[in-house]
């Protein structure tokens, strides 16, 4: 069965400082690999998404990630974080079979220091 | 244009009532998935309708839970003789298709409490 982890509950930076979440995913094929933010009152929004071809993958609001097949990851980085970031970043892969469906990671919980 | 909308936004209800929950998918999206997010994890899959028929319903927990979609827009979430563990945050979302990978667009969410 595949699952998603995301080894770090809660993770608190300084506004302007670098960020990486982490995603790990155990899948048997080939992965089609999500990042979603959710705020407060909001719903999820998509920041980027992996399905093959450049293993780095640009999104929105300035985020980007990585997918390393070796090490079955998909991580999501920034490197000048901003207050409006706080929120918290769920990863997610698609199911291999037909419809979408998708399995989501604990999420992280980021926290920005003025 | 309008986005996923979910009425209503929150719902406080008594053990054993029955409740429904609503969703307005975007407008030309034929594929709509609920989701269920339990305080502090992420949003666990639930059941998926392509045009107007279930086509996954393997998330459900139990039989008191069902769904439907009967003109292929929106699409209603229904709990029969709710228990306390049956409170969380409903979440539905809309794509255009059903194709692997295909965006999926959510809403704000119900947020169910059962007393």
């Known amino acids: 069965a595949q699952s998603v982890t995301q080894p770090d509950i809660h993770i608190t930076v300084s506004e302007g400082a670098s960020l990486e979440l982490r995603c790990n995913y155990s899948?048997?094929?080939?992965?089609?690999l999500f990042w979603y933010v959710q705020s407060p009152g909001q719903g999820l929004q998509l920041l980027l998404k992996y399905f093959s071809g450049d293993t780095l993958v640009q999104g929105i609001k300035g985020f980007e990630a990585e997918f390393k097949r070796s090490q079955s990851s998909f991580n999501l980085r920034k490197p000048s974080v901003h207050w409006s970031d706080a929120a918290e970043y769920f990863c997610?892969?698609?199911?291999?079979?037909?419809?979408?469906?998708?399995?989501f990671g604990g999420g992280t919980r980021l926290m920005v220091k003025p | 244009g309008a986005g996923v909308s979910q009425t209503p936004s929150n719902k406080v209800t008594e053990k054993g009532k029955y409740v429904e929950l609503r969703c307005d998918p975007i407008s030309g999206h034929t594929a709509l998935y609920w989701y269920r997010q339990s305080l502090g994890q992420g949003p666990e899959f639930l059941i998926y309708f392509q045009g107007t028929g279930a086509a996954d319903d393997s998330g459900l927990p139990n039989d008191r839970f069902f769904a439907v979609r009967p003109e292929g827009s929106v699409s209603t979430l229904k709990i029969q003789r709710t228990e306390r563990g049956d409170s969380a945050v409903y979440l539905c979302?809309?794509?255009?298709?059903?194709?692997?990978?295909?965006?999926?667009?959510f809403g704000p969410g119900t947020r169910l409490l059962v007393l």
């Open positions: 899948y048997g094929a080939t992965p089609y």
């Open positions: 997610a892969v698609a199911m291999n079979n037909a419809g979408n469906m998708l399995t």
């Open positions: 979302a809309s794509s255009l298709t059903n194709g692997r990978g295909e965006t999926q667009y």
